[in-house]
Each structure stands twice: as C-alpha cells, then as structure tokens.
C-alpha cells in the first residue's frame, strides 16, 4: 500500500501526500526487494526505521563493507540486485569496495548513499560529508545515478535494478541527497510515478550459426574439456548446465565458487586432475568463465605445449578474445546457450575418444589416494589437511549448508579439499582474491537461504570483518565459524630480524577468537585436534546457533600466499 500522508489546502480541499521516504520504500516494495543490507546514519537513519516499519527487513551492520559484501553475494545468490545503504562520504566510501568487488565479479548490487546538499558540496564549501560520491562512484560500477525530484525516485530505481541485473550483471551506485526524502508530492502522482521492471534481465538468445560453430569444434576435439565459472552457477540453469555436460560426455573443471554446479565426486569432474587437463586438453570450452588471472589468461606454462581451441559462451560480447583467440564465440545469457548447445546436439552425440577420459581418470584417482591419508591425520596442534578432512566429511553429510570461505591457506587447501554436492553453496573471495568477504557473506547466505552456514576462515581474513560476530548473535543466525589459526597470515613463525617489533605477518600468538563470539552470547570454542573440531562444528550446525570455534592450527603448516606465492615479486637484492 502507498504511504500517505494528507495536507490541507489553501481550498480547503484536501491532498493526500506522499514523501521521497516512502516513494523509495515503494519503489523497492514493488520491485520486489524486501531486504536491506547497510549501517544508519544521516541522513538515512529515518529511511531504515520506515523501512523495517513497512515490512522490508534491514539487517544493520558494524561496517558498510561488511554491508555490501553481503549485499554483492545476496546479488549472485538470488539474481535480483542486493541492496546496500550507507551514509554519505565516509560510509559511501565503505561501501564502495564492495560495490567495485561486485562489479568485478558480475555480481548484481545497487549501493544506495545518502549524499549532502548539492550546492554546497558543488561549491566546496564544507558541507558536513562533502563529497560529489556520483563523480568517485562512476569509474567502479555500470551505471551511477543522482536523483534530485521525488517524481524520479521510480523511475531511477528501475534504471538501477535494469543495470544491475541484464547483460553482464554488475554494481550500479544510487546517490539520493539528504533533501530528497523529505520532498513531498501528491501521493497518487507519486503511485504513477512508480515503475515496476518488466523482464528485468531479458533472455539473450545466441545465434543459430554460433551454436553450430561451438559444436563443430567440440565435436573436433581429441581431448575436451569444459570450464564452468561462476557466471554459469549465477544463472541458476543447473538442470540444463549438468544435462550439457552429461552429454557432451567431457571432463569438466569448476571454477571455485561452480564447484557443486555438478557434484565434485561426479565421474566427469577433472578438479582432482586440474593441471593435466589443463595442459593436455585441445578444445577447452569455457561457460560463464573468463580467462583472466584465474586461469593463467589462457596461455603460458599452466596450458602446455599442446596447441588448443577455445569455445567461449557469455553474456558479454567483449569477453570474447580477452586474452587469446576464440574460435567459437557463443554469445547470450548461460541458460538460453546451454539449452540451444543440447537442442542442437540431438541424441546421437558421440563421446570423447576413451583413451582422453581413462587418462583424466587415472590421474584424478591418483592425486585423490594421495591426499586422502594426509585428510586422515589427528595431530594436535592440527595441521591444514588434517582440520580439512573433518570439515569435508562435514559438508559431505551436511550437501546443502553454504560454505564461505577466505583466507590464503586456509582458501586454498579447503577449496581443493572441500567437495561440493549443489550449485552455489561455496562463497568465497571471488575474482580479487579480497580479503574481509567472510562474515557479510556468511550472513547474507543465512538470511537468503535460511540454510546453515559454515564460515571457513584464515585468522587474518576473518579479522578483515570480525566485528561482524556482534551483527550475527544481534540476529541469531545459524552461522559456525571457523577461524584457522596459525598466528598470521600464510604462517606463524616469521621473524623481523632487525628489530623489537613483530614480523609484518605474524599476529599475537595463541590468540583466543572463541571469546569474541562469548562477548556477544554466541557460543566459543577452542579446537586443538581434529577430534575436537568436528565435535564443536557438529553441535554448532545441529543447534544452528552463533559459533566460533577457534581451531589451533600449527604457525609453520602454511606456504607463502597459499597456492600463489608465484604471484610474489622477488627483489634482485635479496638473492644476493
Ligand atoms: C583486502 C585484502 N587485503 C590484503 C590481501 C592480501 N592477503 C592475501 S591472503 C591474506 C591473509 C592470509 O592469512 P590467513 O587469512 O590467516 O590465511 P592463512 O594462509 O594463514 O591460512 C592477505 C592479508 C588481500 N587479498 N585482500
Ligand atoms: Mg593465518
């Protein structure tokens, strides 16, 4: 219903009045956004009461980032844009990392600020938070816009929803000035002026041609393989996605966060045999992956000697030969491609020659025997693989709780060790590698999906957003923390030697994380084996309460940088 208020007239006849509050409220309401993510303040303290007054729910953080990490991934979970409001410069300003993390990522978010007076901050004069947030937000996310007239605020949001969520989804920011909210209008001009999206993000269907060619390449090759990336679980085509795959009869490699797209103990799955299929592979067909970082571009030493073809599907026509050539571009959103590509296939496609698939096999059942002893270990303190190998048994029983995770190590080792059963239930630092996505995630997973969480943390990336414990024992969420804890990031065990302060990567040693959550009333624990560990992890995902277990992990377990120490610039000097 519209909010409303009346006011007389010098007539004597009366107006019913609305206000930009609750033309913003509706304009949510009616797009279908009912929840918030964001920290009060002016000048949208009152615009956060109103809101949970009329039903939208608000979950009030510690800090805007944590704010917008969790509006980022409630975007990839969901497919509509999360939402997250801030004050002006400096709470703006905190947001804005995570709305350049969800553009990057292809996640859809609208980070909405409140801003000061336009023609004081225009002129330099000092206002109170002055800052032109539009001019600093434009360069980090699709599309920014500043709304000044009440009679704009419907047709602004459907722009931002529009953006964030078609084509390539991404952040759009939304800049609503203090003055705003209290301009009023007549209340049923106000209710006209409301727009309600219509297809939000229109199907884009690839062209006849393009899925002809994709397949007459995949049909070419001698040994294929299939990369699926985020953007194929963000589309949520997960029937049509294993169908594909299934069919094409192809090892496949996920991405991190597409781990569970297709289940990790899948026969396909090449995650074990990830090098070898990457270097021996001669047409490698990427859905909704790029060939950025993630994937050495495409080139170099990880690919091999073997010369290969490339099949890309995405939404983004420019994606397209980023890195190195493309010889099937297949351009249109994951669910219409991956359908038209089975269309097209018939029922006769014949599978990839034996002798490929034998070799990815042996490969992958080899490094699985490898590790699964290291998996098996009590040792206390614990090391990495021991601590893994509770947590994966864990998640293997429990397929459709949500995994978040970050850290170095602590990412690395749990993401190869961790298997996967269903589609986007691994959340994890994305395409930055950024540290501080943990606990925003974590809380939009609970309040998404109502499904419990497990928060895998290094004990340097968990205190990129700690704080947030408050925020999830103020909600009671169902959320177990783990925090790794080896003394620092990467190890423990480094030492300045030139001085009485600490090494730059060491943190207070023995630190007790589990008493941070008992500040709150959650429930703490300290883990010293793997015994331990997945006594604490199993209370805390059966009773679904806040919990932090702080598990000891020994300080000289880790590597530099986890799995990508090679990404380090070394000093000529050093190695003198
Ligand atoms: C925002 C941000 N700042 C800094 C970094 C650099 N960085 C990468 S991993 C990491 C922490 C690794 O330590 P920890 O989380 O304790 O994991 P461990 O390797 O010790 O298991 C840091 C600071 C980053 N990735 N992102
Ligand atoms: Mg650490």
Redesign the pocket.
């Given at each position: 219903m519209l909010n409303t208020a009346t006011k007389t007239e010098a007539s004597g006849a009366e107006q019913e009045l609305t206000d930009g509050f609750h033309l913003v409220i509706d304009a949510l309401k009616l797009n279908g956004i009912h929840t918030i993510y964001g920290v009060p303040g002016i000048p949208v303290t009152d615009l956060g009461r109103m809101m949970q007054a009329e039903g939208i729910r608000v979950l009030s953080f510690r800090h805007e980032q944590n704010a917008g990490y969790a509006a980022a991934i409630a975007g990839f979970l969901t497919k509509k844009p999360g939402v997250c409001l801030t004050v002006s410069a400096p709470g703006f300003l905190n947001g804005l990392t995570a709305l350049a993390h969800a553009t990057t990522n292809c996640f859809p978010m609208i980070l909405v600020s409140g801003s000061s007076e336009r023609e004081i901050v225009d002129l330099q004069q000092g206002d109170y938070e002055e800052m032109d947030q539009l001019a600093v937000a434009k360069p980090l996310c699709k599309a920014a816009f500043r709304v000044l007239h009440a009679q704009d605020i419907g047709i602004v949001f459907a722009r931002a929803i529009r953006a964030a969520v078609s084509g390539r989804p991404g952040g759009v920011y939304l800049d609503l000035p203090a003055k705003l909210f209290g301009q009023v209008m007549n209340a049923q001009a106000g209710a006209k002026s409301l727009v309600k999206v219509i297809d939000p993000a229109p199907a884009q269907i690839p062209a006849p041609s393009a899925v002809k060619r994709a397949l007459d390449v995949l049909k070419s090759a001698k040994r294929p393989l299939i990369i699926l990336g985020k953007g194929a679980a963000y589309a949520q085509a997960d029937d049509a996605i294993r169908a594909f795959v299934e069919k094409a009869g192809a090892p496949f490699l996920p991405m991190s966060m597409a781990k569970g797209l297709l289940p990790d103990l899948h026969p396909q799955c090449a995650g074990a045999a990830r090098s070898t299929v990457l270097k021996d592979a001669d047409v490698v067909m990427l859905i909704g992956a790029r060939l950025n970082w993630l994937l050495s571009h495409g080139k170099g030493k990880t690919w091999g000697e073997a010369p290969k073809k490339f099949i890309q599907v995405d939404i983004e026509p420019r994606e397209m030969d980023s890195n190195v050539e493309i010889a099937a571009p297949v351009v249109g959103d994951i669910g219409s491609c991956v359908e038209a590509l089975l269309e097209a296939m018939g029922n006769n496609w014949t599978a990839p020659p034996a002798d490929w698939l034998d070799a990815v096999k042996t490969k992958r059942d080899d490094n699985v025997a490898k590790m699964a002893p290291r998996l098996m270990n009590n040792n206390s303190p614990m090391d990495?693989h021991g601590a893994l190998g509770v947590l994966r048994t864990i998640i293997k029983e429990r397929p459709d709780a949500i995994l978040v995770n970050?850290?170095?190590?602590?990412?690395d080792l749990a993401r190869g060790v961790i298997d996967m059963y269903q589609p986007r239930k691994r959340l994890d630092?994305g395409t930055?590698?950024?540290?501080?996505v943990g606990m925003g995630s974590a809380i939009a997973a609970a309040i998404e999906t109502h499904k419990p969480v497990l928060a895998v943390?290094?004990?340097?990336?968990?205190g990129?957003s700690g704080m947030e414990v408050e925020t999830i024992c103020r909600y009671g969420l169902p959320i177990c923390i783990v925090i790794?804890n080896?003394d620092?990031?990467?190890?423990g065990t480094d030492v300045n030697s030139a001085g009485a302060d600490p090494a730059t990567t060491v943190f207070v040693k023995g630190a007790r994380y589990d008493k941070m959550m008992e500040a709150f009333g959650g429930i703490g624990v300290n883990a010293t084996s793997p015994d331990e560990l997945k006594r604490a992890v199993n209370a805390a995902m059966d009773s679904g309460k806040p919990t932090l277990i702080n598990a000891v992990?020994d300080p000289a377990a880790?590597s530099e940088?986890?799995r990508i120490g090679n990404l380090n610039p070394q000093s000529v000097l050093k190695k003198k």
């Open positions: 990495y970050e850290g170095a190590n602590t990412l630092v930055w590698g950024v540290m501080g943390e290094g004990d340097s990336a968990f990129f790794f080896n620092g990031i990467y190890r992990i880790g940088s986890g």
